[in-house]
C-alpha cells in the first residue's frame, strides 16, 4: 500500500509505504554504544562532581532523584534576551536561559522502564516544578522538556537522564501548533486535539487508555512506531495535572516505553504544550530512531513511513509477533 497523509491540523505530509515494511522484530539492529568508559558523574557518591544541586527527592533517607544545571549548557543567562534584526536579513540575539538536567535513578545501569510508575510519576512532579520554577525568569519564553535514549537519539552519557531548556525563543513548531490550534478552535468552537482524542479512542490506532490519558500511534505518524500519549480531557499546561493525572500518565509512559523496549531503539520523549497565556492541549511524544531520513526527505519535507501507524498499533497492544 503507498497512501499519502496529513497531519491532523497543519500541512505535514507522509507517505505510508508498507511495501517496504517489515515485522517488528526486523527493526532490531545493533545501535552504536555510549562510551561508557571512566567515572559517571551521575551516580550515587559522585555528587560533587555535577554542579550544585537545586533540587532532589528522596526515598528512606537517599536521593532517588536529582536536578542540577548542565555542566555544558546550550544557554546561559548571560547577556540578554532581547532579539534584533540589523538589515533585512540578520537577526539575532543572545542565547539566553537555563539548561537543567534531571537524573533519574542513582543506579547506573538501571533503565527508565524498570522505574515503578510511583518513581516515574515522582519524576514528573519534579519535571513540572522546575518547568514553573524556570517560567517565572525574565525573557524566557519556552521551556523544552525532553529525554534522549541511545547514541542515536543525541544522548551522550548512558546514565538515565532527562534535559529542560528554558530560553528566549517560542519554536516555529509549538508557534505554528499553536496558530493551527486557535484557527481551527475560531471555527468549529472547539479543541482539535479534543476531537483527534475522541475519534482515536474508537480507531485501530488506539493503544491504550485510563482515566485521564490516552496512548495512540498518530494517523500520519512520521517515525516508525511514534507513539502520542494525550490527556483526554483538556488540559493546556502539565503544571495544571492533578497528583493522580501525574500518576496515570506516569503509567502509560512505562507502558509504552516498556514496549518499544523490545525493539532496542533509541528514542526521544518531548513534553508538548504551549507557554503560559497560550492555547494547547498537551501531550507526550514518543520518537523512535531506528530509520535514516535520505534525500526525499530532507529534500521535500514529506516522510516516508514503512511502518503503517495502524500497524505500530498492533506492536504495542502486543497483537503481533
Known amino acids: ?6 497531519d491532523y491540523i497543519f500541512d505535514r505530509w507522509v507517505i505510508v509505504n508498507t511495501e517496504r515494511a517489515k515485522r517488528p522484530r526486523d527493526f532490531i539492529k545493533q545501535h552504536p554504544k555510549i562510551n561508557d568508559s571512566g567515572t559517571c558523574p551521575f551516580c550515587q557518591g559522585n555528587e560533587k562532581m555535577t554542579p550544585p544541586e537545586i533540587a532532589r527527592v528522596e ?16 544557554v546561559t543567562t548571560e547577556g540578554k534576551p532581547d532579539v534584533k534584526t540589523e538589515g533585512e536579513f540578520f537577526t539575532k540575539g543572545d542565547a539566553f536561559g537555563k539548561h537543567e538536567v534531571i537524573v533519574e535513578t542513582p543506579r547506573h545501569k538501571q533503565q527508565f522502564t524498570e522505574l515503578t510508575v510511583e518513581r516515574i510519576a515522582k519524576y514528573l512532579g519534579l519535571l513540572f516544578k522546575r518547568r514553573d520554577a524556570l517560567y517565572k525568569i525574565k525573557g524566557i519564553k519556552f ?14 552519557l548512558a546514565h538515565e537522564h532527562t534535559q529542560i531548556i528554558a530560553y528566549n525563543k517560542l519554536p516555529a513548531n509549538v508557534e505554528r501548533e499553536i496558530k493551527a490550534i486557535t484557527k481551527y478552535k475560531t ?7 479534543c476531537k483527534v482524542v475522541d475519534l482515536e479512542r474508537k480507531g485501530p490506532r488506539r493503544i491504550a487508555e485510563n482515566d485521564s490519558f490516552l496512548a495512540f500511534t498518530p494517523y500520519a505518524s512520521i517515525f516508525e512506531f511514534e507513539a502520542g500519549i494525550f490527556s483526554k480531557k483538556h488540559i493546556e499546561h502539565f503544571s495544571d495535572l492533578k497528583e493522580a493525572e501525574i500518576l496515570q500518565l506516569a503509567e502509560l509512559l512505562k507502558k509504552v516505553l516498556s514496549k518499544l523496549s523490545e525493539l532496542q531503539a533509541p528514542f526521544n520523549v518531548y513534553f508538548h504544550e504551549a507557554p503560559p497565556g497560550k492555547k494547547h492541549h498537551i501531550h507526550v511524544k514518543i520518537i523512535p530512531r531506528l530509520i ?3 534525500g526525499f526527505e530532507n529534500c521535500t519535507g514529506c516522510i516516508i513511513n514503512t511502518v503503517s501507524p495502524e500497524h505500530s498499533a498492533e506492536f504495542f497492544r502486543e497483537e503481533t509477533e
Do not use: D, I
Open 59 to 74: 526515598e528512606n533517607g537517599e536521593w532517588v532523584l536529582r536536578c542540577f544545571e548542565n555542566k555544558f549548557p546550550a
Open 1 to 6: 500500500m503507498h497512501e499519502l497523509r496529513k
Open 143 to 156: 521551556v523544552a522538556m525532553f529525554k534522549n535514549h541511545g547514541l542515536e537519539a543525541g544522548t551522550s
Open 292 to 294: 535514516t531520513w535520505g
Open 187 to 193: 471555527k468549529h468552537r472547539k479543541c482539535p486535539y
